[in-house]
Nanobody, 121 residues
């Protein structure tokens, strides 16, 4: 069994910075693409950023130049550094892995429980 656990959310003023992290627990052999999604109240969940095992990144237009996604494969961890935050960045941020392989199983489309980021104006 594998799990994704996020941490680091909180309250920050507009223009400030915040980092969130997500660690995969379990006896893990490989994690493919990892990403961060967010869901604001009353809105659909949307992709924020993704990063492949090799480090290729993708960002939503709304966060380009402000957010940076990174990962540490040895620690099974993905990070999201958020700078120049805006009130419209307020959302629950979810970590996702498209595939996690253990020595005996493969798990697909795994989600964390989410961490709330609130940006005050």
């Amino acid at each position: 069994q594998v799990q994704l656990v996020e941490s680091g959310g909180g309250l920050v003023q507009a223009g400030g910075s915040l980092g969130v992290s997500c660690v995969a627990s379990g006896i893990i052999f490989r994690i493919n693409t990892m990403g961060w999604y967010r869901q604001a109240p009353g809105k659909q969940r949307e992709l924020v950023a993704r990063i492949t095992t090799g480090g290729t990144t993708y960002y939503a237009d709304s966060v380009k130049g402000r957010f940076t996604i990174s990962r540490n494969n040895a620690k099974n961890t993905v990070y999201l550094q958020m700078n120049s935050l805006k009130p419209e960045d307020t959302a629950v941020y979810y970590c996702n892995a498209d595939e996690i392989a253990t020595m005996s199983s493969r798990y697909f489309d795994i989600w964390g429980q989410g961490t709330l980021v609130t940006v005050s104006s």
